[in-house]
């Protein structure tokens, strides 16, 4: 479908703690005109509020005389399903922040906010990798690692809001500390930070093996980061492909419990550690068939993300436009 | 709501591998009558759906005037979301089993077929302990661990019928091996089964220590099974302490996976092992909320179930009363 010059177009953000992305997006995906900037948390939840309304104002112009029926945030945190408000955001420095309130009187427009994760999901459902199945689960890999759930045609967010936490399930109960506290989670692998950490900890213990990961940053064990350590395992290096094994097995090991809890038809797994260590895939493929039961993964296909760095501006501007029930024919 | 004496019945089946059990249910979720018999899987599938149009005769008889309006199936297996069809039930030996087609030819009446977990599930949370909430995951805890899901005010079948599916989730990369073939999933640990296996090795491998669990089965070490284990935890012997806090802790790190996943705001555990062994209770609920993330664990209650052995056939009769769209206020 193409969009249609009369068709109402919706705002959607993304709300990090480093950047505040916002687009200007048609009934059918497509970004007209996007804005980004610095989220600055330590200003406060107010002035974030503000940034956000100015940069809706900026699209709003942008629009000309296409009406913006109303704005979806996607934030980096824990959204309260009911009231829009963010119960927990650590990265905003945020606790009960009343976003949806504040920003509503702000704007003068409808908003509906959810968490940033979700959001992507929601976009890539609608629009991108996951389009026209019921049931698709998406898993994101970056610095930390985090997921999404579509049942039933639908997003779940959780009594809470928080479902679709992927990175913090457990799949070694002696494994490694996670940021959470735990041990063993998905992320205290597969995370872009536990990737550096175990690397270095595998150079400091035992130096000769470690010596061509350290070559690479020039002798800086500080510098071995999750890209050296692919770079690494491309060129053959012995620790570098058992690190990134060791990465896969725990990153097919959490995707197959998402997998029989959900028995989705569709795994969209993507994210920066990801695109950067392609070789995790076909590993991550071969333990999630091997450790989910058949019947839950026989039929499941694991596909890339289409919509990139638009992901959670795109789904939250489809949220709010689904929200009103002004989403077209979709 | 009382049941109204015009209100439609419903038949509700719950078939498993050794028991075949049938019940006639109310609107609200009555059993007004039930029949038992043995499910002979040796005989084959027909004679199967044969027996279960016999019981259902008897009790369309024993409604006399009332009408029965449909039979819902809920089956030991995966089950064709589409067509009802079961896929795969091992115990049963069925593969690709046309059982909704058979069971409608010979009975005359419209049939919906679910998986028996996921029917119980959808049982506890009509008419049991998971009555007025939107979202609850189901942990049965046997010889085997099924389990089964409510988002959004919905039963979640999955792509395949297959979700729900807590027992194989990894929570231990390295850990004994299942009957599924993979290492460390939940049921390793916590299953019936697994449980009895764990404390025969240990007995095995320190027989000193094992001296008291020998002694309660007479000698017979493969008499030790997951009750032994429970009785003499609860006289204090150290080894099967043990013995239940691993099973716990197994248990509270599947339930912290299926609860960062959901989000639900209810976790209803139950099953022989959990009834034959309370002391797991505070165990799973202690580590489920220490591994969950505090945004999903944090309201979240665990809670018994309340159908007992009738929550499979009174979830497979509401479940197809709902199909039909006659479910009253509900």
Redesign the interface.
């Given at each position: 479908m193409t969009s249609r010059k009369d068709a109402p177009l919706t705002i959607g953000v993304d709300l990090g703690g480093t950047k505040l992305a916002a687009a200007l997006v048609t009934e059918d995906g497509q970004v007209l005109c996007d804005v980004r900037r610095p989220s600055e948390p330590a200003r406060g939840g107010e002035q974030i509020v503000l940034a956000i309304a100015e940069a809706a104002r900026t699209l709003c112009d942008a629009a000309g005389d296409r009406e913006v029926v109303g704005i979806g945030v996607g934030v980096a945190g824990?959204v309260d399903p009911d009231t829009g408000a963010v119960?927990?955001a650590p990265n905003l420095h945020w606790t009960d922040f009343p976003l949806k309130a504040q920003l509503e009187d702000s704007v003068h427009l409808p908003v509906a906010v959810l968490n940033d994760v979700q959001a992507a999901t929601y976009g890539e459902w609608v629009h991108g990798a996951g389009h026209g199945?019921?049931?698709l689960v998406c898993m994101f890999v970056g610095t930390g690692v985090g997921g999404g759930?579509i049942?039933?045609g639908?997003l779940?967010?959780?009594?809470?809001?928080?479902?679709?936490?992927?990175g913090?399930?457990?799949?070694?109960?002696?494994?490694p500390v996670c940021r959470?506290g735990?041990r063993?989670c998905v992320e205290a692998y597969a995370g872009g930070w536990a990737i550096a950490e175990r690397a270095r900890a595998a150079v400091r213990a035992d130096p000769a093996l470690g010596a061509t990961l350290l070559a690479r940053e020039d002798g800086d064990i500080d510098r071995i980061a999750a890209h050296t350590v692919a770079r690494a395992a491309e060129a053959g290096d012995p620790l570098a492909r058992r690190l990134v094994l060791e990465t896969g097995?725990?990153l097919g090991?959490g995707a197959?419990?998402?997998v029989?809890?959900?028995?989705?038809?569709l795994l969209v797994l993507g994210g920066g550690v990801v695109d950067g260590m392609p070789q995790l895939l076909p590993i991550v493929d071969e333990v999630m068939r091997?450790?989910?039961?058949?019947?839950?993964a026989?039929?499941?296909r694991i596909v890339p993300p289409k919509l990139g760095a638009h992901a959670g501006s795109i789904g939250a501007a489809t949220w709010i436009l689904r929200q009103l029930g002004r989403s077209g024919d979709i």
């Open positions: 824990q119960r927990h199945v019921d049931d759930v049942a039933n639908e779940v967010r959780g009594a809470g809001g928080s479902a679709g936490e992927v913090h399930i457990t799949v070694d109960l002696h494994g959470c735990n063993g097995e725990a090991a197959a419990a998402i029989n809890g959900f028995n989705p038809c091997r450790r989910a039961l058949r019947a839950a026989d039929e499941l």
